[in-house]
């Protein structure tokens, strides 16, 4: 089995959060988001897939790092700050700032960590279950936090001295502030659905290409062993391929074509939640 990770085995004290992390309500349907929206402008953004973390602070200095724990009690992780990208340690704020953010791990470093753990049972299900783990660990392992690339990527602004009422605004304000935001687009309920659907084309391509470049980089490649003719015969079979090479030239050349042909016709129609089935 694989490790699931849990964020409450750390060795913080358990402490309540200052403004509860609650979760929010789901849907699967554009429908109802539409519904929801009404009138208003509102902002659609990534659900990110890590860990949730609460960061406070008081008079431009970081003061605490809290684990969601079960959205009421966290575990303080402070002391593992430092080795968490995107957690400044002062900001120009001088007030009470309390900012929730998502501790992720990317696909690149969970693959490459997955692959140095040689016992099946060791490894990690998920990258999220891999930021779990990796914010369980204690004072003795901040290196290996270091290592594991863990982000904290603000997406809530949950308090602030300072009169902000959008939550753009607010979102914004961090950026200016130094923090990893979330990436987000302004939108409404007319457009909601061509703004999901070109999120949606986006995340498509992205995991086309990595699953190209993953198995790209991951193919065994024929190595000569030793001179026999065997061996010989098997290199230039691999070297002579080339009924494979042109199949994988075709291949390649028809996700160019279907691609190109998706944003002509998305663009020409605006059907963007429609349109995405040509894959």
């Known amino acids: ?4 990770g849990n964020e409450m085995d750390g060795e913080g004290e358990k402490e309540a959060h200052e403004y509860p992390a609650l979760s929010l309500a789901k849907t699967k349907k554009v429908e ?16 990110l897939d890590g860990s949730t973390l609460v960061a406070t602070y008081d008079g431009g200095a970081l003061t605490r790092v809290l684990t969601r724990g079960n ?11 430092s080795a968490i990208r995107g957690i400044p340690a002062k900001i120009s704020d ?3 700032l309390v900012v929730r953010g998502e501790a992720t791990i990317s696909y690149a470093d969970f693959e490459a960590i997955n692959d140095t753990l040689e016992d099946a049972d060791d490894r990690y299900a998920n990258p999220r279950n891999l930021a779990a783990g990796t914010l369980a660990l204690d004072k003795t392992n901040l290196d290996k936090v270091k290592e594991r690339n863990v982000t904290f990527n603000a997406f809530t602004l949950v308090h602030t001295d300072e009169v902000i009422r959008s939550w753009g605004a607010r979102m914004d304000y961090l950026d200016r502030l130094g923090f990893t935001t979330v990436e987000r687009e302004e939108t409404d309920a007319m457009h909601l659905p061509d703004a999901i659907g070109a999120c949606g084309l986006f995340v498509f391509i992205a995991i086309a290409t990595g ?13 000569k062993m030793d001179d026999t003719f065997m061996e010989d015969f098997k290199e230039w079979k691999s070297k002579n391929d080339t009924n494979k090479q042109a199949m994988r030239a075709i291949k390649s050349a028809l996700w160019v074509f279907i691609t190109a042909l998706y944003f002509v016709i998305s ?12 894959f």
């Open 1 to 4: 089995t694989s490790h699931s």
């Open 32 to 47: 109802e988001l539409q519904d929801w929206a009404g009138e208003r402008d509102i902002w659609l953004s990534w659900k």
């Open 71 to 81: 959205g009421t009690v966290g575990t303080n992780i402070t002391y593992m700050a």
């Open 94 to 96: 001088k007030g009470h």
């Open 211 to 223: 699953i190209i470049i993953y198995n790209s980089m991951t193919k065994p490649r024929y190595t």
């Open 267 to 278: 663009f020409t129609t605006m059907a963007w939640h429609i349109s995405w089935v040509i």
